[in-house]
């Protein structure tokens, strides 16, 4: 099992940056395919962007493609969400979670996700 804690929300501009960081601690982190979701208020939780394991392929949201950025340093045991040029529809609270597939393929299916961090709140104010 793999435990998840999410950092680095808060409150920016619009346009502004942000960076979210997701520590793990457990077993074998570097085995966990990972990725970031967000839910805003009175909305579905929908899918951001993740990462395999070895952090060599990546998808994303058609919503932050060219605008965010994932990334894992396995060292670390932590996954980043590099968020630049924000919009005030990023407002949602975000969260880090952890699948393990068999092999090292990038997972996006909410369900697939084993793990999940207890979300950090992000405000894009306009």
């Known amino acids: 099992q793999v435990q998840l804690v999410e950092s680095g929300g808060g409150l920016v501009q619009a346009g502004g940056s942000l960076r979210l960081s997701c520590a793990a601690s457990g077993r074998t982190y570097s085995r966990y395919a990972m990725g970031w979701f967000r839910q805003a208020p009175g909305k579905e939780r929908e899918f951001v962007t993740a990462?395999?394991?070895?952090?060599?392929?990546?998808a994303y949201a058609g919503s932050v493609e060219g605008r965010f950025t994932i990334s894992r340093d396995n060292a670390k045991n932590t996954v980043y969400l590099q968020m630049n040029s924000l919009k005030p529809e990023d407002t949602a609270v975000y969260y880090c979670a952890a699948a393990e597939p068999l092999r090292d393929v990038v997972v996006t299916n909410g369900p697939e996700f084993l793990y999940w961090g207890q979300g950090t709140q992000v405000t894009v104010s306009s």
């Open positions: 990462i395999n394991w070895s952090g060599r392929s990546t």
